[in-house]
């Protein structure tokens, strides 16, 4: 593991590129350009404020459901739009894979790259959000990155096993979109944690995703530090979920260009 990563950082320069590379191209062409990132969770969130506020009147533990929603949506979008693109990213490149030398796993890094490129930018929408429903900015702001990256880990893990398993099994990138829908529902994005019974927590728990959407809610919405069973839980998770998944994509990375 030390020695891939050594090998990475002296390719950093290209995974810079290459970060670049996916915003531009993400964006070419395109009328509303970088606006997309903010009109994506945006948009959701209006989506469930109508449905899951207004007509079904899901809890949200006080908080203003728009808030309570695009808190959330603002992690899960990255998450799903890292996996979504990042597990095809070897296959989508095939010409670069087969012809030239450099660690694979540069080309799912840059996807997550410009993912959090996204991240930033729909991110200054919720600074409004905050000011329109007059949440205070507190100290606990601070535990954000911290925050992201755990989920950064987390989206490795879940993309470098997804992207190496999609060279072999060209099912996979079929599979992925209904496994990010089903993860959606499995995350309290539409719901606050305190629906899920106390007897099922710890086994919720397990959905790492769950643990990063729920102490966003609390260091951002209600003052409060992390949950540090939850954050323990999702924090192991994802780092363990991360070195599977790089093991895995370094070990089959000498078998691409013969299946590709």
């Known amino acids: 593991m030390v020695t891939h990563v050594k090998n990475l950082y002296q390719y950093r320069d290209m995974l810079l590129m290459w970060i670049f590379r996916e915003i531009r191209v993400r964006y070419k062409q395109s009328f509303l350009g970088a606006a997309w990132a903010i009109l994506q969770p945006l948009v959701l969130m ?3 404020t109508t449905v899951f506020s207004l007509m079904a009147k899901f809890p949200t533990d006080g908080i ?3 808030l309570f929603s695009y808190t959330a949506l603002l992690p899960w979008t990255l998450f799903a739009t890292s996996v979504s693109f990042g597990v095809s ?3 989508n490149n095939l010409n670069l894979v ?6 694979r796993e ?3 890094m840059g996807v997550v790259g410009a993912a959090i490129f996204d991240y930033f930018i729909a991110s200054s929408i919720f600074f409004v959000m905050l000011l329109i429903y007059d949440v205070p900015i507190t100290i606990y702001f601070l535990w954000v990155p911290l925050l992201l990256v755990v989920q950064i880990f987390l989206m490795l893990g879940v993309i470098l096993l997804g992207a190496a398993l999609t060279v ?8 992925v979109p209904l496994g990010v829908q089903l993860w959606l529902y ?3 994005i539409i719901y606050p944690v305190s629906l899920v019974p106390d007897r099922f927590r710890a086994l919720y728990m397990l959905n790492p995703m769950a643990g990063i959407v729920e102490s966003y809610r609390q260091v951002l919405l209600r003052g409060q530090p992390p949950v540090f069973f939850d954050l323990a839980l999702t924090t192991t998770v994802s780092i363990g979920l991360f070195i599977v998944g790089y093991t895995i994509f370094k070990r089959l990375e000498v078998h691409f260009n ?3």
């Open 46 to 48: 209006a989506m469930f």
């Open 64 to 66: 203003p459901y728009p």
């Open 89 to 91: 990213s070897l296959i």
């Open 98 to 103: 087969t012809k030239t030398y450099f660690p």
């Open 106 to 108: 540069v080309l799912p």
């Open 168 to 175: 072999f099994y060209r099912d996979v990138r079929f599979v």
């Open 186 to 188: 499995a995350t309290p």
């Open 258 to 260: 013969d299946i590709i």
